[in-house]
């Protein structure tokens, strides 16, 4: 569903903590670490930085509704990155 990331000046990733603060009523969350590539992102202005496109490993969030569920469902995550600067994500999902 999503890939939080977090990298320095030098492209490499500085770390970082992610939690959940809401928690889906109607579903349930999964995380797990992957290879990714650090893309052009909401905080860059002009959309890229020198960065884009390198590897890095990100924390990979996926939601799976409860069986049988439709509807909406919806939660709320932070990151915190290793700089110390906080991001709060929440998701609004429509289950068909």
Request: glycine residues 14%.
């Amino acid at each position: 569903m999503h890939h939080y990331r977090s990298w320095g000046p030098n492209c490499e990733g500085n770390g970082g903590v992610v939690r959940l603060l809401t928690k889906p009523q109607h579903g349930k969350l999964t995380t797990r670490t992957v290879d990714s590539r650090i893309e052009i992102n909401r905080f860059a202005r002009g959309g890229g930085t020198p960065c884009t496109g390198r590897p890095i490993k990100a924390f990979e969030v996926n939601y799976r509704s409860n069986p049988g569920y439709h509807g909406p469902d919806s939660f709320t995550i932070e990151m915190i990155t290793g700089r110390g600067s906080r991001d709060v994500d929440t998701y609004s999902i429509t289950v068909q």
